[in-house]
């Protein structure tokens, strides 16, 4: 049998281009003699639909949509598992995060979801029903199940506290699946990205060849929604758990092979080059799929904007970025020295505005209501807030989006000005912790041979630069640190009294999670970030603003 | 018997807080003597504490404090029901929003609710796991059953997209209660406010009583959490469905009263006068829960800073709020004068910043990039950002938050400025249409007795006032229109094709759909608002950014 995984970038709710690309693909794949094409979880509407689900004129379209592909499956061969959104508005009104499997201009199989995951940015509940009827269909005598993303992680996992219906019992679709005969499981998915995790799926899949002798195609979207990157790596093992093919990597791919049929292929995985793509392709996506060719950020001689900078270079082409310096009174010339050197490297424009006579201006104007009172923290924000306003204005007159550079690190903790450096279409490196920032602008330098990054704004002392002097370790413990008690109370939610257990002091944790938990309202109004951990501040992560918790 | 309703107003995860709270009501209401004390849906937590329940310290902390309650009734008569988050963190690991029934020290009765939301606002299935027994216990001779919220709606609905499980089964557990003999059926909730669901809900319940002869009592939360503003207006109705006893709306109220006993009440509810109180309780805890005692704002001559400050002024006292009239080269003399005379009635400080210098230094600091490009948006954006630093600066060096102005036909349209007069802690009037602006206003000044908000600012053309001769109108669909269609589209999820057919010209539905599509991005980044419809924008509207949609 020859399969064809049709690992797609679809456009969300882009009912007719997501169409023309289901039967581009099938085309051609069909050209190259498969047998059987798969494509991913909820192909036809793409990944993750939100609220749009509600309005019923979508839902509908999705299902003409299907309509249209079976039409054109009519006079060829292949056949075509493809994910969409079945539905009956008849009595009761039911969605389901669905299968079908078309055979010549008819849909011969259907099979929903069983597991609905309903945790971080899932929220498959809120739209969907379960499965309740399992089912396999045969092509070339080989008989095939069908699972849809969370339905394959439940096979053999030692967790007890997912892959429960709402009674509290355990549900296993593959071992259902196994139980009615398949020989061959197929997963199609919509997984996003997050460090560690491809390598967590590829073993997992392996072991449940393994041990219960079945084969296993997994087919995953590729492409940025939103915060969500999906990282695409479909691939195949065969009953003995060897990975035999492997499709693209943060990028569309169309792989034609003989089902079961290949060497064995190795499986290691780089978590930084993955981070690196994922970057890119959420950045790439993001704009792109919402029509913006041009970018614009602010470069204050840090990591961070250099960071992003050489993202957005990689993205859209250094071209289309338009980075801009903009000393305060406090910057030292070092700031604008390396960010030009920074731009050189990268070959992009850069432009410097100085903000000194604005922020004179603002005090000046301010001076009636604030009289005699000492500066403080307001002044800083003042400095940070013109920057805002410099580099929106750019983004309104030229159409450039504006990229927001803050990192995980500094977003937890606050150490950031709303409206000021959290401006932004999108945040890319919010889900970054600091300690990791380094470590990838390491890789990158390392990669391009040179130091594309300067050592100087590698290795200069962290600083806002909006009083003199001022340094983040002023206010902030060592990023190391701080890296740590973040990881441990935001992605492994543990508690204040655990994470001084795991060996942090007992008042750098306190101080660290009362700043992470007073700043919930400066991230309610923050752009949305590309995710890459386990937990990324968002739409998956819902904490109420007003609260008196004790952690 | 004699029954009390505690109708309290919990701080989220305020454990201990809650609790001396519960106690102290049970101690008053003991003094009364009542037989049964009845609390809110998950009162020793507060409603919603959303994913804060992911931390499992915080959820012993709630079973602890339900000891402590226990506890503390080991030496009383009173029977207490109160509503709190039961958990089995063995196999599997369950929560379950529950009611425990206490007497004598011990809990003597749970019940689990069954119906859990996962629509709009609501994420319980998120969190919980559903009821799967039900039953009844006896107090003074009568058979008593525990809903929750969500529960008692299935009762006598005709709907049938609702109240199912997820099998797509119809479950009542009212229904269920009363096959198992119980005479009066408790509902414990945490509803949120929404314009004319207070009619609805005591219909409901006078009709439920009336054809199931039961009595029933029915405790709301009261208080602002974050967006929601719940309401309280607790009530009780007896077999015949008379409505004879009803709680305090918008305030914590104790209600000591013999169960059954008492004339019939007027149940008629004034939607404007429930707004208004609604929007006070929102502001008032939103800013009193999060240690905030001043507010500023904007006030630009308009009629939605003039009701914003009316409301601030009744929420927290016209001596905590500070109004600041920034005019541009644009701005009528009107609309500074108005301003003041506005301040004048409500006894609250104003002050002028004219923003005329800085734009001109913006201008010119942004000369070397915008060169001799035409002045457009970016000029109009440039002014409310100026406004939005200005504003910002007064609540960082004075403490005071700053309120948002924009009502939702502004919010819907994307007829503002990100990081512009979008800046803000809460959005006042943010799920206010702005006919229904028109209105409240005029309510107001029918209240005072006189033009509290001064007959100019009401009668005005609606103006941003950022480029000459500008008006609401040249850009927008008049309001009445406006209105109709952001009705129908966002709260009742409408297509174009079906608003067309409700009676809209298609040119003007298809220019709205398409502005309020566009702007998604910005209300990604607003304030929190005070909801006040069945959609507001906001944590209960999910609606993905990057798309190509079609209504």
């Not at 997050?194 to 072991?207: A, P, S, V, Y």
């Not at 790596?233 to 035999?244: D, P, R, T």
């Not at 942090?504 to 944790?509: C, D, G, M, N």
């Given at each position: 049998m020859k399969v064809a995984i049709a690992q797609i970038n679809p456009i969300i709710a882009d009912i007719e281009g997501n169409k023309k690309k289901i039967l581009d693909y099938i085309k051609k794949a069909e050209g190259n003699g498969a047998d059987l094409i798969i494509f991913p979880e909820l192909a036809t509407i793409g990944y993750p639909p939100m609220d749009l689900l509600e309005n019923t004129k979508l839902v509908r379209d999705n299902l003409n949509?299907?309509?249209?592909?079976?039409?054109?499956?009519?006079?060829?061969?292949?056949?075509?598992?493809?994910?969409?959104?079945?539905?009956?508005?008849?009595?009761?009104?039911?969605?389901?995060?669905?299968?079908?499997?078309?055979?010549r201009g008819e849909i011969i199989f259907r099979q929903n979801k069983t597991l609905l995951p309903g945790y971080d940015v899932f929220d498959e509940y809120r739209y969907f029903s379960p499965a309740t009827e399992w089912g396999v269909f045969e092509l070339k005598g080989i008989k095939i199940g069908i699972t849809i993303c969370e339905d394959i992680w439940a096979a053999l996992s030692k967790d007890n506290s997912r892959f429960l219906d709402l009674r509290g019992y355990r549900l296993d679709p593959v071992k259902i699946?196994?139980?009615?005969?398949?020989?061959l499981i197929i997963n199609i998915s919509a997984s996003?990205?997050?460090?560690?995790?491809?390598?967590?799926?590829?073993?997992?899949?392996?072991?449940?060849?393994?041990?219960?002798?079945?084969?296993?195609?997994?087919v995953n979207q590729v492409g940025g929604n939103d915060?969500?990157?999906?990282?695409?790596?479909?691939?195949?093992?065969?009953?003995?758990?060897?990975?035999?093919?492997?499709?693209?990597?943060?990028?569309?791919?169309l792989l034609v092979f003989d089902h079961n049929i290949g060497n064995e292929l190795n499986s290691e995985v780089d978590d930084i080059d993955?981070?690196?793509?994922?970057?890119?392709?959420?950045?790439?996506?993001?704009?792109?799929?919402?029509?913006?060719?041009?970018?614009?950020?602010?470069?204050s001689g840090g990591i961070d904007s250099a960071l992003t900078a050489v993202i957005a270079?990689?993205?859209?082409?250094?071209?289309?970025?338009?980075?801009?310096?903009?000393?305060?009174?406090?910057?030292?010339?070092?700031?604008?020295?390396?960010?030009?050197?920074?731009?050189?490297?990268?070959?992009?424009?850069?432009?410097?505005?100085?903000?000194?006579?604005?922020?004179?201006?603002?005090?000046?104007?301010?001076?009636?209501?604030f009289g005699d009172l000492p500066e403080d923290v307001t002044e800083e924000n003042i400095q940070a807030r013109i920057r805002g306003v410099l580099l929106m204005s750019v983004s309104n007159k030229t159409g450039a989006m504006l990229l927001s550079t803050g990192n995980k690190s500094e977003v937890a903790t606050g150490y950031c000005t709303l409206y000021g450096d959290m401006c932004g279409g999108l945040a890319v490196i919010s889900d970054v912790p600091k300690t990791l920032v380094y470590k990838i602008a390491e890789r990158i330098n390392k990669d391009a041979g040179f130091d594309l990054i300067p050592r100087a704004i590698i290795e200069k002392a962290p600083s806002a630069e909006l009083r003199p002097g001022q340094k983040d370790q002023d206010s902030l413990p060592p990023y190391e640190i701080l890296d740590g008690i973040i990881e441990l109370y935001i992605e492994q939610k543990l508690s204040l009294e655990?994470?001084?257990?795991?060996?942090?002091?007992?008042?750098?944790?306190?101080?660290?999670?009362?700043?992470?938990?007073?700043?919930?309202y400066k991230r309610f109004q923050a752009a949305p970030g590309i995710k890459v951990t386990s937990k990324a501040f968002g739409i998956g992560r819902r904490i109420p603003l007003v609260k008196r918790y004790n952690p």
């Open positions: 949509s299907l309509k249209d592909i079976a039409q054109y499956c009519k006079d060829i061969n292949s056949t075509v598992v493809v994910g969409y959104i079945d539905f009956d508005y008849d009595n009761p009104p039911m969605l389901y995060n669905s299968a079908a499997v078309i055979s699946l196994k139980d009615k005969g398949a020989d996003p990205y997050i460090k560690g995790k491809r390598q967590i799926r590829m073993e997992m899949l392996r072991n449940i060849s393994r041990e219960l002798n079945l084969s296993i195609i997994y915060s969500l990157v999906f990282d695409g790596n479909s691939f195949c093992v065969n009953q003995k758990g060897e990975l035999y093919r492997h499709a693209k990597g943060f990028g569309e791919d993955d981070i690196i793509n994922a970057l890119i392709l959420g950045l790439r996506d993001y704009m792109g799929k919402s029509g913006f060719k041009k970018a614009v950020l602010g470069l270079c990689k993205a859209i082409g250094p071209e289309n970025v338009f980075g801009i310096t903009m000393p305060s009174v406090y910057s030292s010339s070092g700031s604008v020295n390396d960010s030009y050197a920074l731009a050189k490297n990268l070959a992009m424009r850069i432009e410097t505005i100085a903000i000194a006579d604005l922020f004179e201006q603002f005090k000046r104007d301010l001076k009636a209501i655990e994470i001084v257990a795991a060996g942090y002091e007992r008042e750098t944790v306190a101080y660290t999670l009362r700043l992470i938990n007073m700043n919930e």
